[in-house]
């Protein structure tokens, strides 16, 4: 098996169709879920759930309600290859990606999106974010824009009466400086996803 041949290796199911459409019968959520269950009956257990996430015209309510749906397995989702059809047009591939990446981003059990974007010696196969000149188009205009929107950047701020400071942050590492008089310290840690505050101690 794959585990046998790499114990470190992050399985992953990876299916088309469940969270773009409601069209595909053959491809539903309930389907997909009893595949994986399926599986886990037969001794493979997987430590993912992939969502290929091709979509032409978005349905919002209809991504968040598999996404909850694929959540009650408790495995993290991932959006794997996230991209708009080319048939909308520029402009709309810029709209329809935010609104994508906007719904992922936000629910609590994706706990990661990759970009379908190819460009190759002919052309952008469906969605780029340049052109080949490397210039931004729509769709990259909106990943710089999110990009820079979900970083913390950087804070400053001066610690409470009993020495302590709090403050709202995305998941990832930070370097923290501290000074207090001549003295000084650096600290870095990170924020896992986790549904309780964390508290850092900084002694100087």
Known sequence: TAHQ????ATLFTNEFNVVETCSDVKSTVDTYIERIRELERGGMYMDGIGLESHFTVPNLPL?????DKLATLRL???????????SVGKELQGVYLEQVLREGFSHP??????????????????MCLTDENFKNLPAGD???????????GEMKGVTGEHGSYSFYGFLGEYKVNVGYGDRAANFTFSLPRSGETKHFSIHL
């Open 109 to 126: 059990s994706v706990n990661g999106i990759m970009l379908w974007t190819a460009l190759h010696p002919k052309g952008c196969y469906e």
């Open 76 to 86: 993290p989702i991932w959006l794997t290859e996230v991209d708009i059809s080319s």
């Open 142 to 152: 909106v990943v710089d824009k999110l990009l820079k929107e979900w970083e913390s």
């Open 5 to 8: 041949s790499d114990p470190l």
């Open 63 to 67: 991504m968040r309600a598999v996404i």
